[in-house]
């Protein structure tokens, strides 16, 4: 308890990392102090209710989340697997705050953002949360560069400061040298590069990444995985990955399987595998 009235500064508990900002590295690592003691004094970094997703296709209702409960703790990295069209990638934009929930809850580090205006919601994507998708979702002729910056331009910083940071990121992936390509002057794997340095720019604490290899080969894939292994490793940011391959899930600590828009398999793995090395 001590701990949390020092990290929230007077705040009740359960707002601490999210007062601090999550990408403070410190917080972090002080909540892994806390979890490593055995007392969870911290609430978990996602917890989700009786989550209820029900999209409505003219007459018909399509349940893809039907009561759905799921918490992960800061600095997990967890596997999302599960047959087509079993409720991942909407479980995903929830979780993501691209898509708000039909019913149920959703906390985010302790705040309920189930319901929040969606100018609230956009913050909380900016600053906190990065998302990469399978099919890179780059904007067209428009520079690695200045795809990498979009989310700092949005966040209204000097365009020195976005240039400076973006180069730095892509850097970060090893794309030094390709920041005036456009996408289509990129491969698969060096797109998706791209797509994770826009990703990381804001400093999340939390990576989302839906089947983020599904569209590459092996090498790529292989790449891809490596720069997920060493964020969630030394950096400390939470990654869930939904993905169908055995191998890539391998790379979680936790694997958990939806089934009919709910949790079926939630499995812990004591060590995660390292089927691949970190080189390509
Ligand atoms: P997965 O990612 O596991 O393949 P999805 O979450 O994309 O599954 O979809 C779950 C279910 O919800 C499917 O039946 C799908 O057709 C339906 N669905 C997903 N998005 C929409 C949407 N925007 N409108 C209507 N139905 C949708
Ligand atoms: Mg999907």
Redesign the pocket.
């Known amino acids: 308890m001590i701990c949390l009235r020092v990290l929230a500064n007077g705040a009740p508990p359960g707002t601490a990392v999210y007062n601090a900002s999550p990408s403070d590295a410190a917080v972090r690592s002080k909540a892994a102090d806390v979890r490593h003691t055995g007392l969870l004094l911290m609430p978990p970094l996602i917890r989700c209710e009786d989550l209820w997703?029900v999209?409505?296709?003219g007459d018909v209702d399509?349940?893809?989340?039907r009561g759905l409960d799921l918490s992960i703790e800061p600095g997990e990295f967890v596997a999302v697997m599960?047959?087509?069209?079993?409720?991942?990638?909407?479980?995903?934009?929830i979780l993501g705050c691209l898509d708000q929930p039909t019913k149920g809850r959703y906390s985010l580090n302790g705040t309920d953002v189930a319901t929040l205006r969606p100018d609230r919601l956009a913050e909380i994507r900016n600053r906190h949360i990065g998302f990469v998708f399978q099919s890179f979702n780059l904007i067209p002729r428009t520079s690695a560069l200045e795809n990498a910056q979009l989310p700092l331009f949005y966040r209204g910083l000097p365009w020195r400061e976005q240039r400076a940071r973006a180069t730095a990121a892509l850097a970060g992936v090893g794309l030094q040298g390709r920041e005036h390509h456009y996408p289509t002057q990129l491969s698969g794997g060096q797109q998706q590069r791209v797509a994770i340095a826009r990703a990381l720019i804001g400093g999340p604490s939390l990576l989302l990444a839906?089947?983020p290899t599904g569209n590459l080969d092996t090498g790529s894939s292989r790449e891809i995985m490596a720069i997920l292994d060493r964020l969630n490793k030394d950096q400390g940011i939470t990654v869930i990955l939904?993905t169908h391959e055995q191998e890539i899930a391998a790379h979680a600590s936790r694997e958990i399987v939806?089934k009919d828009?709910r949790i079926q398999a939630d499995r812990r793995r004591e060590a995660a595998a390292a089927l691949w090395p970190a080189e390509a």
């Open positions: 997703k999209y409505r296709l399509v349940q893809a989340l599960g047959a087509s069209g079993s409720g991942k990638s909407t479980l995903m934009n839906d089947e939904v939806i828009g």
